[in-house]
């Protein structure tokens, strides 16, 4: 008799890392203080103190490096960091093996906010949540939205 998986997990990086340099922060620090200029010019101090407590942020979680969390697609549905995602909210899913990132599985969802689930899986499990999943999903061609294409443009 054959033994049916019933779940895959595995644990990633929550985000793909692009490491910054010094210039980064260096060119991320101009472009602050030149706008916090401009906002003083404009005799706008709180706009000014609101554009440094963003630039610091922002610096700030630049440099953060990304927590492994853990993954897994069941027949329950998929999980991220704990938060089940059951299939009747899911619409379709599609393995994207030409990501320069590695393999990533992308999953369309009902959500408003997350309309894409983006997941890295590893080499060795794409088969089988290949064969878990077109037993209860269509698969169909999906891409990660272009804000997040951008910002992987800028480094985040």
Known sequence: MEQVLREISWEA??????????????ALGIIIVALIIVALLFNDPLFALLIGIAG???AAAAAKRPAIVPFAVSVRGIKVEGELYPYSILNSYHLDEEDPRG?????????????????????????????????????????????????ELFGF
Do not use: C, M
């Open 13 to 26: 990086p929550q985000h793909h890392h692009v490491e910054k340099g010094n210039d980064w922060f260096f």
């Open 56 to 58: 610091g942020v922002l």
């Open 103 to 151: 393999t990533q599985l992308l999953v369309s969802t009902d959500k408003r906010f997350t309309p894409i689930i983006a997941l890295p899986i590893p080499e060795e499990y794409v088969d089988a949540i290949d064969d878990l999943l077109k037993e209860r999903l269509p698969e169909e061609e999906l891409h990660e939205s272009f804000g997040l294409k951008v910002l």
